[in-house]
């Protein structure tokens, strides 16, 4: 037998090698596998578990229901009825056209609504439900229930909607809902995914959107299974969601009503505020707007109708308008005197209807002048001259530092859109607002609440709160928030001497129950219930020389827009103070006369807790005032109009 070669032998030595070094590789290459596997299949067995669990399971938010508002008794102020809707499913409508065109025979549908409805159908799942029409009528559904076989893919759904019972009423003050956009969502840096929802409502203005997180509440959660492309097939679980908290305003809305009647067919705001606790117990603006009108989607007509319309329907003037105070800041001006120990009771200034300063006279109101006036007198009155001698002595700074004390210039902290701060100059304010030096005419101006001194309405009834309490009262719009009452307004004692602010007490008294004061006509008659006054006057316009030579235009004469702002404040009763009001009637005219009569009515509606008996006012104006209550009932506030309840 022959033997293989050297070389035969060599070359199976290699091949062994050689396969020893693949089948190693091999065998290396397959436990690293088998390795890889045992560590994805059993030590990230969870991972994986929860990656396949959800390709399968998803999570959809169930939007909670919004928290409602009350008055301060209970009074629903905004709440949330059934709302039905109009959905459409485009998988099972089949030609999406002619199911619409049938719906639309069926109901009526809005074309923009229609529109809208087709280009959201374009771009989502054919087997996500989208929204037709929203807030439809039952009459509506059960059309729908009758026509469902013509009707694929059609179904009537039901929600929750905000709704204001009280319409006009608290416009102003709760503001009102509307769907998210895309300006709401660019303002917040982690938007809530309950934001993401098609058509979820939040505040847009007032204490809807305020107190937006209160009110929202915590959204809820179902568990669904779907298949690979997203098409839900069973729900799993549901957890549902926290309402949001419910709040109780310090308004009454009876008197809310009322004060919103009052100022009907005016361009005015009023304050109604307990001097004791800070309590908003009333405050609105007029004219007013129906904010179901918001919530439902306004169409451009109404909205063109608000925007255009002189007396600006959509301000609210209460907490935005800032207006020369005119004569109801010469409180300020007499108690800053007081203090400074510049002036007692009983010292007067000579009032010849003028008072000549550098070079330019400062007319008072009344042109053949007042003569001698005291502290009493010249608020009685409404001496101008007695107030601009006070404030050459005075300065402007000392002026401002008690305008502060007592409210004005200070952003009240109150839960409404744009509250203004109002502005209480100082030289320095000048100096930076309008790079100019502050002048001595600018002080004189400023001692009569014209020139650059402004005030909200809020803040004068604040004024005259802090004035008839003696203490740095604040307002209070929220009562308690589910149920939890919130901080009173309650303030520290101003520190001022109590013989000044009774001194000034006094002299409101005077205003408005003495034969010369210039609200004796608007006075309240009945014992325990007489109310200490101002009354003020503040121009939009400069009077010339020429004009003053010829004779001042009277406010009729004038278009409405230069006529004069009319103002009162006052609190009641004397004795006891427990209201403080403020009204303020744009270009009203005379204060005496437009504002003084209205702030009358609703200070003694405020102390009755109701319509109040006709021997509280005066007898000339019995005849009137029953005429006027009996048309005060039937106001309707969802129209701002007479209907046939008030209620």
């Given amino acids: 037998m022959k033997r293989p070669g050297k070389d035969t032998a060599a070359g199976f030595r290699k ?53 409602e508002i009350f008055d301060r008794n209970g009074v629903p102020i905004a709440v949330n009825d059934p709302s039905y809707r109009i ?61 469902t076989p013509a009707l694929p893919g059609v179904t009537p759904e039901v ?34 995914q309950l934001l993401l929802i098609p058509r979820f409502q939040i505040g ?21 299974e779907v298949n690979h492309i997203g098409r839900e097939m069973r729900e799993l679980d549901r957890r549902e969601g926290q309402q949001g908290r419910d709040l109780q305003l310090t308004i009454d809305a009876d008197l809310q009503n009322y004060l919103q009647a009052r100022l009907d067919g005016e361009s005015a705001a009023a304050v109604v505020m307990d001097v004791r606790n800070g309590d908003l117990l009333a405050i609105g603006s007029a004219p007013s707007f129906d904010p179901n009108l918001f919530v439902r989607g306004i169409s451009v007509a109404d909205y063109r109708a608000l925007t255009d319309n002189k007396y600006r329907p959509l301000a609210a003037k209460a907490v935005q308008g800032i207006y020369p105070p005119g004569s109801t800041f010469k ?30 006279r400062f007319h008072c109101w009344k042109g053949a002048g007042h003569g001698h006036v005291n502290l009493e007198g010249s608020l009685r009155e409404s001496c101008d001259v007695y107030y601009y001698e006070l404030a050459l002595e005075l300065g402007i700074e000392k002026i401002t530092a008690m305008s502060n004390r007592l409210g004005l210039g200070e952003r009240m902290d109150i839960p409404m859109s744009a509250v203004a701060a109002g502005l209480t100059p100082t030289k320095a304010w000048k100096r930076e607002a309008r790079g100019q030096e502050w002048v001595i005419g600018d002080t004189v101006n400023s001692s009569i609440g014209q020139g650059y001194v402004l005030a909200s309405p809020l803040q004068l009834a604040v004024m005259t709160a802090r004035i008839a309490s003696g203490t740095a009262v604040t307002p209070r719009l ?74 001042v235009r009277s406010n009729a004469d004038l278009p409405w827009e230069r006529r004069d702002h009319a103002l009162f404040v006052d609190f009641a009763p004397y004795e006891d103070p427990r209201i403080a009001v403020a009204v303020v009637i744009e270009h009203g005219g005379g204060g005496s006369s437009a504002a003084a009569p209205v702030a009358r009515d609703i200070t003694l509606q405020a102390l009755y807790g109701g319509e109040p008996p006709l021997d509280a006012y005066p007898t000339k104006d019995r005849n009137r005032i029953r005429e006027l209550q009996n048309r005060l009932r039937d106001y309707n506030p969802s129209t701002g109009k007479d209907s046939k309840s008030r209620a």
């Fill in 15 to 67: 091949m062994s090698r050689r396969a020893l070094i693949v089948g190693g590789a091999q065998a290396g290459f397959m436990g690293l596998l088998a390795l890889r596997m045992r560590y994805m299949q059993v030590e990230e067995a969870d991972k994986f578990r929860l990656l396949a669990e959800e390709n399968r399971i998803n999570i959809r938010l169930i939007p909670p229901a919004r928290g």
């Fill in 87 to 147: 959905t459409l499913t485009r998988e099972d409508a089949g030609d999406v056209d002619a199911v619409l065109a049938r719906l639309q025979a069926v109901v009526s549908l809005d074309d923009e609504e229609l529109e809208r409805a087709r280009a959201e159908l374009k771009r989502t799942q054919p087997f996500f439900p989208v929204t037709v029409a929203d807030q439809v009528d039952w009459t509506d559904v059960t059309r729908i229930a009758v026509n």
């Fill in 159 to 192: 929600g929750l909607t905000r709704t204001y019972p009280r319409g006009s009423d608290f416009a102003h003050v709760i503001g009102y809902v509307g769907p998210v956009s895309d300006y709401d969502l660019s303002k917040m840096e982690a938007p809530d």
């Fill in 204 to 224: 847009k203005v007032g204490v809807e959107s305020k107190l937006e997180d209160d009110l929202r509440g915590k959204a809820g959660a179902r568990r669904v």
């Fill in 331 to 360: 409180m300020v001006v007499a108690l800053a005197a007081l203090d400074a120990g510049l002036v007692g009771p009983e010292d007067t200034y000579y009032c010849p209807g003028h008072l000549e300063v550098s070079g330019r």
């Fill in 478 to 551: 929220i009562k308690k928030i589910n149920g939890i009452e919130q901080p009173s307004g309650e303030g520290p004692p101003l520190g001022l001497n109590e013989n000044h602010l009774r001194q000034v007490r006094k002299s409101m008294y005077s205003v408005s129950n003495n034969r010369r004061g210039t609200a004796y006509g608007s006075r309240i008659i009945a014992e325990g219930f007489r109310m200490a006054g101002k009354t003020g006057t503040s121009q939009v316009r400069n009077i010339t020389a020429k004009e003053r030579a010829a004779g």
